[in-house]
């Protein structure tokens, strides 16, 4: 018997991303998934119905009184038909009104109605975003199971810079395809845990050496660990991204620092992924009053720091699956290999830096995957995206 195609039910609200909902639903469709359109008031000031209707081949809905459109489907109906509730973009309004429950027009109601699961794309100025009552929000959707998919990073509409971006049509389709997959929780019941960022290793109070590590890639993986099942451990230096809404953030600054965190969670976890910039050396004593200038000349003492993805590794009892992280200019092949075996890994992710469009502050980036006997390239392309693509191959080696 043919099985039937998945159903998403995008519900579009009132965001200037909201422009992308056509691309979105288009690329969908490539995919044979079905996609049924509801939009808020508001979301129609972005982008017509018309245009969705023309994008999805089916009416789109948006009134909650409309006994024409009650009686063609009505909304209970509505929410039981989708596979997956996808809110994109979704504004802080709407999230609010999700987290409370409020249910004063046809997408509020069918949120509340649906039995599938949801997710949603927020968008908003990165003011709003970063602002105490929408993170309360989002942690209360969270906690409830919504997948929170995003925000991105980067230039907004209204001219600000930060996190708050809607994330993009072909990033969103390979999220509602893995979350449509019969596969897709591959790493429900896991833990997993991942270091990110730099390190920042002080040299008086005000001092510091540190590198130019965003945490774009080890926050991507963290966001792609959330959307396989799994309980996310997220062990930060300092960075100016924010984390994905359900992943347990464990701040710290140090290389010190985050060696014990690491050595904390790693025993209790299934998986451990070195993303972090970690300094290798840190300065042998830290003035404890700011460092004067003196003369022409001033010589610093540094020691090394520990290895912490090799302590992992070399865990005698419940040892995680250990993978690493190699940024090289040069001989990639060789260096990530000899990583590979001198800290024991399981697997390290290798990419070349010396690339102007790949690499450390770039939103996207390339990989080769090298295990001990196997090696696999992953093209350039997001991070976010990439970041799937490596937790599924982890997943794949711990089944
Ligand atoms: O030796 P190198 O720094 O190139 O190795 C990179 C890998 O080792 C990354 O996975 C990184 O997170 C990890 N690492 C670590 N502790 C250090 C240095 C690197 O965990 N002190």
Redesign the pocket.
Known sequence: MKQRNKRVLLGITGGIAAYKCAELVRRLKDHHVDVKVVMTDSAKHFITPLTMQAVSGELVSDSLLDPQAEAAMGHIEFAKWADLVLVAPATSNIIAKMAVGIADDLLTTLLLATPAQVAIAPAMNQQMYAHVATQDNLATLAKRNIAIWGPGQGEQACGDVGAGRMLEPHELVQLVLQALSPEAKVLQGKVVTI?AGPTREALDPVRFISNHSSGKMGYGLAEAALALGAEVNLISGPVSISAPCGVNLIAVES?AD??VA?LTHAPKSDIF????????YRAATVAEQKIKKQGDELTLTLVK????????AALAVSRPYT??????TQDITT?AKG?LTN?K?DM?CANDVSKPDAGFNSEHNALTLFWHDQQQDLPLTSKKELALTVMKAIAEKIK
């Open positions: 270091t290389a985050m060696h690491a992924i070195g993303c972090a910039a970690v300094a290798d720091n520990p290895d912490i993805i090799a302590d992992v993978v690493g992280f190699a940024a090289e260096y990583k800290k890994l390290i």
